[in-house]
């Protein structure tokens, strides 16, 4: 039997940042390795469980996948095969059980050993994954008192990612660009990982732009990572404070992202931002005022009050076109449109401000 030539361990790269466990318990590294490994080889590192808290602990360590959900959050311990690209058959971590006294340190061995296809008999192309799960608890004890003891376990992902050197492509791809409620102004995009590689630090901005191409706003997008296959849904805001509006008129919102392809993405979406032509609602014998000057006509019977009449006036009136026609001066809660739930969050706002 031929076994993969042993690389060195200096193409796998640890960051240690240390993380409590309440109470008693386990100091960890929440470690990334990430690597440039060829087909066909194997490979060692080691991370460092540390114990510096009064009591002894006892720890395991096992592998997982995992995953990014499309709001960026880490899910951890799926089964494995669960993820297309995992890289969990191929590593394995020693020792994966023991105990820690106050002070006392632990290394891991963490072996990777790369095969030269995937499941599938096709070669291995681009960035695969998985997770070393470490779990810690208190040491069971024989003294105390009778009875049930509740044992809490706390747990922290180490991420793997190994990239297969030479291959892997470069993807990306802005979709669905919505404009959303307008005070403050905010949108929601998709930015989609549509290559073989993970891509570690895509950013970018938000434009506004007016009718005459005029750039009138504009935001940074946070960076953040996304793994191959995986879809990134954003929310942007543009502007701080309830009251910051646009004027009535057309305008332009563009996505750009740049995520180390050749080329940055984007997409863009036009919107409207109507006059406003306000009536009384209902019975009211005035058109409804915006008493604070915050864009929001709270006072809805117009009788220059704010009380839970007013809610209860645009609840009868909501589905209206005196409301419709007129939806960003009572969007009380920004989705961008009126509706019964306007009504929930004014009343929700006068009850607050009287309590």
């Known amino acids: 039997m031929t076994f993969p030539r042993r690389l060195g361990i200096g193409l796998l790269l640890g960051i240690i940042a240390l993380a409590a466990v309440s109470g008693q318990a386990l100091r960890v590294s929440p470690v990334i390795f990430e690597a440039q490994v060829p087909r066909g080889t194997e490979q060692d590192t080691s991370f460092a469980v540390l114990n510096d808290e009064s009591e002894p602990v006892s720890v395991e360590v096992r592998l997982c996948d995992w995953r990014r959900d499309v709001r960026g959050n880490n899910r951890f311990c799926e089964d494995a095969g669960n993820v297309e690209r995992s890289a969990t058959p191929w590593v394995s971590v020693t020792p994966q059980a023991f105990d820690l006294e106050p002070d006392a340190r632990q290394e891991v061995r963490l072996s990777m050993s790369v095969p030269e296809t995937g499941p599938d008999d096709e070669p291995l192309d681009g960035t695969y994954?998985?997770?070393?799960?470490?779990?810690?608890?208190?040491?069971?004890?024989?003294?105390?008192?009778?009875?049930?003891?509740?044992?809490v376990?706390?747990?922290?992902?180490?991420?793997?990612?190994?990239?297969?050197?030479?291959?892997?492509?470069?993807?990306?791809?802005?979709?669905?660009?919505?404009?959303?409620?307008?005070?403050?102004?905010?949108?929601?995009?998709?930015?989609?990982?549509?290559?073989?590689?993970?891509?570690?630090?895509?950013?970018?901005?938000?434009?506004?732009?007016?009718?005459?191409?005029?750039?009138?706003?504009?935001?940074?997008?946070?960076?953040?990572?996304?793994?191959?296959?995986?879809?990134?849904?954003?929310?942007?805001?543009?502007?701080?404070?309830?009251?910051?509006?646009?004027?009535?008129?057309?305008?332009?919102?563009?996505?750009?992202?740049?995520?180390?392809?050749d080329n940055p993405v984007g997409a863009q979406a036009v919107f409207d931002v109507p006059s406003l032509d306000l009536q009384p609602l209902g019975d009211a014998d005035a058109v409804p005022q915006d008493l604070d000057g915050d864009g929001l006509y709270e006072d809805v019977n117009g009788n220059g009050e704010v009380t839970l009449d007013d809610p209860a006036l645009l609840g009868f009136a909501v589905e209206g076109p005196a409301v419709q026609e007129n939806w960003p001066a009572f969007d009380f809660n920004n989705d961008g449109r009126a509706t019964f739930d306007d009504v929930i969050a004014l009343k929700q706002a006068i009850n607050d401000e009287s309590s």
């Open 129 to 151: 994954w998985t997770a070393a799960m470490i779990a810690a608890s208190p040491q069971a004890s024989d003294e105390g008192e009778g009875g049930t003891q509740i044992v």
């Open 153 to 261: 376990k706390r747990r922290f992902g180490l991420k793997v990612l190994a990239s297969i050197s030479g291959t892997g492509t470069r993807r990306g791809q802005v979709s669905n660009l919505r404009r959303h409620g307008l005070n403050p102004l905010w949108l929601t995009l998709e930015f989609q990982n549509r290559g073989t590689l993970n891509l570690g630090d895509v950013s970018g901005r938000v434009e506004i732009r007016n009718d005459a191409g005029e750039t009138i706003d504009r935001t940074q997008i946070e960076s953040f990572p996304i793994l191959p296959g995986a879809t990134r849904q954003l929310r942007v805001q543009l502007g701080d404070a309830r009251g910051e509006r646009l004027a009535p008129g057309r305008y332009v919102a563009l996505a750009i992202l740049d995520y180390g392809g």
